[in-house]
T-cell receptor, first 113, second 117 residues
């Protein structure tokens, strides 16, 4: 079992749908992250949570809404997405905010039709 | 300007040979950390190796070593004795302000390595 688990692994949704991505980490880490990975582009940091508090929001459109109910769980709520939002969404955690390497999940492959 | 540059979109290496994946970085912060991650087709980003800007010696982890040339701002990954399972995307990343606790982590665009039997 990996330390960071993401579900679903694949998601296809229409532009008017509402869906959520889930991330769970079993490593006892305090910081959790959402990254977007598009083809031939560097990973883009979307959100960072430290001890359940959002510490960074990198100008992400409001159609992406994160939620962190506790240090082990992170959600990304999706609504009225655009086709250009199709990408691999990676969740990661680290021991502390700004410290230690990131541990990633396997990602959720999102396709917006 | 790009913080991390990986100029090799794709690389091929014969099984059991060594291969070097290039990475250059751009920062004016004296304190930073450099990382390499491997991403197989499954999607998970796997941490491979880390080098701190103040480390005197090049980092090594098993078959992975980091050729750190600070003056040239390069942090190339060397994989020795390549195996078929090494075929994957490899990403170089940098965290600025490493010792100040800042959380600016920048990734390159990656290099796809294919190991040929």
């Amino acid at each position: 079992e990996t330390g960071v688990t993401q579900t679903p692994r694949h998601l296809v949704m229409g532009m008017t749908n509402k869906k959520s991505l889930k991330c769970e980490q079993h490593l006892g880490h305090n910081a959790m992250y959402w990254y977007k990975q598009s083809a031939k582009k560097p990973l883009e940091l979307m959100f960072v949570y430290n001890f359940k508090e959002q510490t960074e929001n990198n100008s992400v459109p409001s159609r992406f809404s994160p939620e962190c109910p506790n240090s082990s769980h992170l959600f990304l709520h999706l609504h009225t997405l655009q086709p250009e939002d199709s990408a691999l969404y990676l969740c990661a955690s680290s021991r502390d905010y700004g410290g230690g390497e990131l541990f990633f999940g396997e990602g959720s492959r999102l396709t917006v039709l | 300007a790009q913080k991390i540059t990986q100029t090799q979109p794709g690389m091929f290496v014969q099984e059991k040979e060594a291969v070097t994946l290039d990475c250059t970085y751009d920062t004016s912060d004296p304190s930073y950390g450099l990382f390499w991650y491997k991403q197989p087709s499954s999607g998970e980003m796997i941490f491979l190796i880390y080098q701190g800007s103040y480390d005197q010696q090049n980092a090594t982890e098993g078959r992975y070593s980091l050729n750190f040339q600070k003056a040239r701002k390069s942090a190339n990954l060397v994989i020795s004795a390549s195996q078929l399972g090494d075929s994957a995307m490899y990403f170089c990343a940098m965290r600025e302000g490493w010792q100040t606790g800042a959380n600016n982590l920048f990734f390159g665009t990656g290099t796809r390595l294919t190991v040929i039997p």
